[in-house]
């Protein structure tokens, strides 16, 4: 079955830093690549998805990029701030399995210092 | 807000007995989801419900059931079957079309056995 491996699993940068989060996935049929932002105490929320059909996906100081080749995807934030803080998780799914095949990662603790 | 409201946030147990997770959403979606968070490990599905009066397994299934009698409410049972029942749960839905709306997520349970 799919396998979704994240890195690093902590992450601490200055304020105002570019900070970069990557996800292997081992199911090549994966076309759905969502992120999800969970800060302390709160439910995670999707902050940027991409399918397959796309190699790179912004959203102001949001991205996310995807090697299928590699089999690899990528979130990058920049200029940083604190209220970046949070934990972040990454997942892979395929149709037509939807949300119910979403594989997620085991997360990323991001610490953003002013 | 309006969306998943899960109850209570912590939820505390003798060895043994059995519990139910609320959930209860007014998003009027139709499927629902079951995750289990540990530290340091990703999201993991329980249980999911595409329509109501159906369910299905997902990857951590033993030891949990679910009842899917109104298109609103998807309670956890955690029996005392579960081996390692301490956790934090999230509920989520989607509408079904596949990728019509992210996963929408409550603020989670949870639960501590003794």
């Not at chain 1, 979130?75 to 934990?87: F, G």
């Not at chain 1, 095949?101 to 953003?112: D, E, P, S, Y």
């Not at chain 2, 005392?80 to 997520?105: D, E, M, R």
Request: hydrophobic share 30%.
């Amino acid at each position: 079955g799919e396998n979704v491996e994240q890195h690093p699993s902590t992450l601490s940068v200055q304020e105002g830093d570019s900070a970069v989060i990557k996800c292997t996935y081992s199911d090549s049929a994966s076309n759905y690549f969502p992120w999800y932002k969970q800060e302390l105490g709160k439910r995670p929320q999707l902050i940027i998805d991409i399918r397959s059909n796309v190699g790179e996906k912004k959203d102001q100081r949001i991205a996310v990029t995807l090697n299928k080749t590699a089999k690899h995807f990528s979130l990058h934030i920049t200029e940083t701030q604190p209220e970046d803080s949070a934990v972040y998780f990454c997942a892979a799914s395929k149709q037509p399995g939807g949300y119910n095949k979403l594989i997620f990662g085991a997360g990323t603790r991001l610490a953003v210092h002013p | 807000d309006g969306g998943i409201t899960q109850s209570p946030k912590y939820l505390f147990r003798k060895e043994g007995q059995n519990v139910t997770l609320s959930c209860e959403q007014n998003l009027n979606h139709d499927a629902m989801y079951w995750y289990r968070q540990d530290p340091g490990q990703g999201l993991r599905l329980i249980y999911y419900s595409q329509i109501v009066n159906d369910f299905q397994k997902g990857d951590i299934a033993e030891g949990y059931s679910v009842s899917r009698e109104k298109k609103e409410s998807f309670p956890l049972t955690v029996t005392s079957a579960q081996k390692n029942p301490t956790a934090f749960y999230l509920c989520a839905s989607t509408s079904t079309g596949i990728f019509n709306s992210p996963l929408h997520f409550g603020n989670g349970t949870r639960l501590t056995v003794t």
